[in-house]
């Protein structure tokens, strides 16, 4: 334990290192051996040295760790003893210092940041407010209106920023530690007491005012469904009204309360499933290839979605195709419309565009890292590329197929969310040959790109159309037994969707493999086709102009169509279906039960490499709401049992997509959660 913390003494001045890399996360063993470092300083030492080894000055807490151990201290006594160190410490800070590592800085008397780092207080983000102090110190600190910001928006902020705001004292010109250990040896010379921020009040003297801004801040948020938001700022204005001890206390409690509620562990669920998605640990040892120029093939919506979004990353585009190619003069168009509605200056388009080339023949594309086959429909397809044999090969069609590529080693599919590439998703569906370096290099990438990837284990499953699929299935049930699909999309957006099933079956089209793909089970009772109707009618989608929904200039995200709801009446009296109603709460239920069930089929087929993974398609790719964390963490918090009990309820009536995945009564049997299956 004592090796997670180093401690070195040189001219007076004592240099605790936290020795955990990469992030010296403040798990039980660190906080303990932090704490047993302060109670056996060196006697004649007068000043300490708090530093970071690694990729990091501190990362905060371990997330699968957040209530201390029994014998050890809390996140609070720890802060405590730092604070309350009767010589001056200096907190050393280089890269990140977030969360409880930024707490470690504010319960230090001095704050240095080399060049360049990043500081934060991202606890908000994973549904619990600071537990080690902050919303006491920080409004003491850098004032109650600047604490909040910090606090609410779960964002980090640059050095330069942090010394505006006198949160951090000086940045360290040169060596970090050689920066520090001067500091700390004129601290010395000048003989100054520890400058404890418990005692400052100069930033809380002004009570009404203060009181005027906690009211303004909570207003701002009362229509969030988020608890933590509201919590800390309950916490800031216990750091106005109460003794510092006392708050600490409010703070622990509000803490506590927090972590251990559902939508708490459910952020947190989706903080691990996101960083497990991105991990490779058979690729360790690979290096990934460097993608600076890519080439894209088609001509349709697309491809422009992603020759746009790659020169805004900075790479060089290649437009594949014939000389009358229209893509270019698109590229342009929106280009010219982003500076005239000021989302880009006209110097970041113009330098965009001097990195697009093209059009240029699919056979003669020459030396390009990456190509991506974008081509829709009956367009010539990347048989006709001629590549090296090591230029990746990324097919993002609808349809991808990969059987019969050459070079299948450098090839595979990407799969998107909806709207298809808008979306923060994408999916990297490996071939049986694709190789470890090929998803490695378009990870990458996808970092790049600001995209949350999810590696499918088989490109012939496009996981996002099977989830969407799924979650159409369920809701056309609802809709046999009386809803329309409004109603339907209007429940899931209570329970805090981003969009319904019916608005994103508009935005892919409802001739997409989602709006067709067939269920495991024909339905034995009878469902009301409502979406083979609108095919008949040519209504495919937000694209087409109507679809679910209908669209106009004064519409242009869609609004519900009287037509729609007389065809759903129709439907079910020409299927002499009774006209009965279901309740929003059944429809939610129906689709989570749905969705997890079908996520345990893809688990168990071998699809992903993680059931997690399903989670985080649904959030990123699908609007699923983060702080519900899934359908696979609901089903946890449910309970396996009666997730399999209700969906053997449904399959006595009608198998369709209700029969229970074999896996769960596996799961059931041995008291193991879905979300570890």
Same mark, same amino acid.
């Given at each position: 334990?004592?090796?997670?913390?180093?401690?070195?003494?040189? &001219? @007076?001045?004592?240099?605790?290192?936290?020795? &955990?890399?990469?992030?010296?996360?403040?798990?039980?063993?660190? $906080?303990?051996?932090?704490?047993?470092?302060?109670?056996?300083?060196?006697?004649?030492? $007068?000043?300490?040295?708090?530093?970071?080894?690694?990729?990091?000055?501190?990362?905060?807490?371990?997330?699968?760790?957040?209530?201390?151990?029994?014998?050890?201290?809390?996140? !609070? &006594?720890?802060?405590?003893?730092?604070? +309350?160190?009767?010589?001056?410490?200096?907190?050393?800070?280089?890269?990140?210092?977030?969360? %409880?590592?930024?707490?470690?800085?504010?319960? #230090?008397?001095?704050?240095?940041? *080399?060049? %360049?780092?990043?500081? @934060?207080?991202?606890?908000?983000?994973?549904?619990?407010?600071?537990?080690?102090?902050?919303?006491?110190?920080?409004?003491?600190?850098?004032?109650?209106?600047?604490?909040?910001?910090?606090?609410? #928006? +779960?964002?980090?902020?640059?050095?330069?920023?942090?010394?505006?705001?006198?949160?951090?004292?000086?940045?360290?010109?040169?060596?970090?530690?050689?920066?520090?250990?001067?500091?700390?040896?004129?601290?010395?010379?000048?003989?100054?007491?520890?400058?404890?921020?418990?005692?400052?009040?100069?930033?809380?003297?002004?009570? /009404?005012?203060?009181?005027?801004?906690?009211? =303004?801040?909570?207003?701002?948020?009362?229509?969030?469904?988020?608890?933590?938001?509201?919590?800390?700022?309950?916490?800031?204005?216990?750091?106005?009204?109460?003794?510092?001890?006392? %708050?600490?206390?409010?703070?622990?409690?509000?803490?506590?309360?927090?972590?251990?509620?559902?939508?708490?562990?459910?952020?947190?669920?989706?903080?691990? /499933?996101?960083?497990?998605?991105?991990?490779?640990?058979?690729?360790?040892?690979?290096?990934?290839?460097?993608?600076?120029?890519?080439?894209?093939?088609?001509?349709?919506?697309?491809?422009?979605?992603?020759?746009?979004?790659?020169?805004?990353?900075?790479?060089?585009?290649?437009?594949?195709?014939?000389?009358?190619?229209?893509?270019?003069?698109?590229?342009?168009?929106?280009?010219?419309?982003?500076?005239?509605?000021?989302?880009?200056? *006209?110097?970041?388009?113009?330098?965009?565009?001097?990195?697009?080339?093209?059009?240029?023949?699919?056979?003669?594309?020459?030396?390009?890292?990456?190509?991506?086959?974008? /081509?829709?429909?009956?367009?010539?397809?990347?048989?006709?590329?001629?590549?090296?044999?090591?230029?990746?090969?990324?097919?993002?069609?609808?349809?991808?197929?990969?059987?019969?590529?050459?070079?299948?080693?450098?090839?595979?599919?990407? +799969?998107?969310?909806?709207?298809?590439?808008?979306?923060?998703?994408?999916?990297?569906?490996?071939?049986?040959?694709?190789?470890?370096?090929?998803?490695? #290099?378009? =990870?990458?990438? =996808?970092?790049?790109?600001?995209?949350?990837?999810?590696?499918?284990?088989?490109?012939?499953?496009?996981?996002?159309?099977?989830?969407? /699929?799924?979650?159409?299935?369920?809701?056309?049930?609802?809709?046999?037994? +009386?809803?329309?699909?409004?109603?339907?999309?209007?429940?899931?957006?209570?329970?805090?969707?981003?969009?319904?099933?019916?608005?994103?079956?508009?935005?892919?089209?409802?001739?997409?493999?989602?709006?067709?793909?067939?269920?495991?089970?024909?339905?034995?009772?009878?469902?009301?086709?409502?979406?083979?109707?609108?095919?008949? !009618?040519?209504?495919?989608?937000?694209?087409?102009?109507? @679809?679910?929904? =209908?669209?106009?200039?004064?519409?242009?995200?869609?609004?519900?169509?009287?037509?729609?709801?007389?065809?759903?009446?129709?439907? $079910?009296?020409?299927?002499?279906?009774?006209?009965?109603?279901?309740?929003? !709460?059944?429809?939610?239920?129906?689709?989570?039960? *749905?969705?997890?069930?079908?996520?345990?089929?893809?688990?168990? &087929?071998?699809?992903?490499?993680?059931?997690?993974?399903?989670?985080?398609?649904?959030?990123?790719?699908?609007?699923?709401?983060?702080?519900?964390?899934?359908?696979?963490?609901?089903?946890?918090?449910?309970?396996?049992?009666?997730?399999?009990?209700?969906?053997?309820?449904?399959?006595?009536?009608?198998?369709?997509?209700?029969?229970?995945?074999?896996?769960?009564?596996?799961?059931?049997?041995?008291?193991?959660?879905?979300?570890?299956?």
């Amino acid at each position: 334990m004592a090796d997670l913390v180093t401690s070195a003494s040189k &001219d @007076g001045v004592t240099t605790l290192t936290l020795a &955990d890399p990469p992030v010296n996360a403040l798990g039980g063993a660190m $906080r303990q051996a932090l704490w047993d470092a302060f109670k056996t300083l060196p006697a004649d030492d $007068r000043a300490v040295i708090l530093i970071g080894d690694g990729a990091c000055f501190c990362g905060g807490v371990d997330l699968r760790e957040l209530t201390p151990e029994e014998d050890g201290p809390s996140f !609070g &006594d720890l802060m405590d003893c730092i604070e +309350g160190c009767d010589r001056p410490v200096v907190a050393a800070m280089h890269s990140r210092a977030t969360g %409880g590592g930024m707490e470690l800085a504010l319960a #230090s008397h001095y704050r240095l940041t *080399a060049q %360049g780092t990043r500081l @934060g207080q991202p606890e908000v983000t994973l549904g619990f407010p600071p537990g080690g102090g902050a919303t006491q110190r920080l409004p003491r600190l850098i004032g109650v209106e600047n604490a909040l910001d910090l606090m609410l #928006s +779960g964002a980090l902020i640059s050095d330069s920023k942090a010394i505006s705001l006198g949160l951090v004292d000086a940045r360290a010109k040169g060596d970090l530690q050689d920066f520090a250990q001067a500091y700390a040896t004129a601290l010395i010379a000048n003989a100054p007491a520890p400058r404890r921020t418990r005692d400052m009040r100069d930033h809380l003297r002004d009570g /009404a005012a203060n009181q005027q801004i906690i009211n =303004a801040y909570r207003k701002r948020i009362a229509p969030s469904p988020m608890t933590a938001p509201k919590r800390i700022i309950d916490c800031v204005e216990a750091a106005l009204l109460l003794p510092f001890e006392a %708050g600490l206390a409010f703070e622990l409690a509000a803490f506590e309360e927090c972590v251990a509620a559902p939508q708490s562990q459910a952020l947190r669920h989706m903080a691990l /499933a996101d960083r497990k998605a991105l991990q490779m640990p058979e690729a360790k040892g690979l290096s990934p290839k460097p993608i600076t120029r890519v080439a894209v093939l088609g001509q349709g919506k697309r491809a422009l979605d992603l020759s746009v979004m790659l020169l805004q990353a900075g790479l060089e585009v290649t437009l594949a195709g014939p000389s009358d190619l229209a893509l270019p003069d698109h590229v342009q168009t929106w280009f010219d419309r982003a500076v005239a509605a000021d989302r880009l200056s *006209a110097d970041q388009s113009d330098r965009a565009l001097d990195r697009l080339r093209g059009p240029v023949p699919p056979e003669a594309l020459g030396d390009v890292d990456l190509v991506i086959d974008a /081509a829709t429909g009956d367009a010539p397809n990347n048989a006709a590329i001629s590549r090296s044999g090591d230029t990746m090969l990324a097919i993002a069609r609808d349809d991808a197929d990969l059987s019969g590529i050459a070079s299948p080693e450098t090839t595979l599919a990407l +799969g998107f969310g909806v709207p298809p590439v808008q979306s923060d998703l994408l999916v990297l569906a490996k071939g049986p040959e694709t190789t470890l370096e090929t998803l490695l #290099s378009l =990870a990458h990438l =996808a970092q790049r790109l600001n995209k949350q990837t999810v590696i499918a284990t088989d490109a012939r499953v496009d996981l996002v159309a099977r989830m969407l /699929a799924t979650w159409r299935m369920a809701a056309d049930t609802c809709l046999r037994d +009386g809803a329309t699909p409004y109603q339907v999309d209007a429940a899931l957006r209570a329970l805090g969707c981003l969009r319904g099933p019916y608005q994103l079956l508009d935005l892919v089209g409802l001739n997409s493999t989602a709006a067709r793909l067939p269920p495991r089970k024909a339905a034995k009772q009878p469902l009301a086709d409502l979406i083979g109707a609108l095919r008949k !009618g040519d209504r495919l989608g937000r694209r087409a102009g109507s @679809g679910i929904y =209908a669209y106009d200039a004064a519409h242009p995200n869609g609004r519900e169509d009287p037509e729609i709801v007389t065809l759903c009446a129709q439907l $079910r009296s020409a299927q002499n279906l009774p006209e009965r109603t279901i309740s929003d !709460g059944a429809i939610q239920r129906r689709c989570l039960i *749905a969705l997890a069930n079908e996520a345990a089929y893809l688990r168990a &087929d071998g699809a992903v490499r993680q059931i997690t993974d399903l989670d985080v398609v649904m959030h990123h790719g699908l609007g699923f709401p983060r702080w519900r964390g899934g359908p696979v963490q609901m089903a946890d918090q449910m309970s396996l049992l009666a997730l399999r009990r209700d969906l053997q309820r449904l399959t006595d009536h009608d198998p369709f997509i209700w029969e229970p995945a074999p896996m769960l009564d596996e799961l059931i049997k041995n008291g193991t959660p879905l979300s570890q299956a």
